[in-house]
Nanobody
Framework: QVQFVESGGGLVQPGGSLRLSCAAS????????MGWSRQAPGKQRELVAL???????RYQDTVKGRFTISRDNAKNTVYLQMNSLKPEDTAVYYC??????????WGQGTQVTVSS
């Protein structure tokens, strides 16, 4: 079993910033990638950003240039710095861990609301 501690969500005005963090622990042996997905009301869950064990990153087009993903391999922790937030970024954000073998494990989610 993998346990997650997510933090950093909340309410922010348009144009503001938030930093999400997610620490994974438990039955983690080898991690291939860590990342963040989000799900807005009435919409499907979508990938936001991921970072591989080697440090390669990938972003959804709508967040490129505004969001930055980073990772502390020693702590099995992934971060998402979100700048220039827009109302359409409002969603529940889920961190995940993809091991080299076995299924992806998901965090419990943290709410991000962008509103004036």
């Amino acid at each position: 079993q993998v346990q997650f501690v997510e933090s950093g969500g909340g309410l922010v005005q348009p144009g503001g910033s938030l930093r999400l963090s997610c620490a994974a622990s438990g039955s983690i042996f080898r991690i291939s990638a860590m990342g963040w997905s989000r799900q807005a009301p009435g919409k499907q869950r979508e990938l936001v950003a991921l970072i591989t064990n080697g440090g390669s990153t990938r972003y959804q087009d709508t967040v490129k240039g505004r969001f930055t993903i980073s990772r502390d391999n020693a702590k099995n922790t992934v971060y998402l710095q979100m700048n220039s937030l827009k109302p359409e970024d409002t969603a529940v954000y889920y961190c995940y861990v993809t091991p080299t073998a076995g299924p992806t494990a998901w965090g419990q989610g943290t709410q991000v609301t962008v509103s004036s």
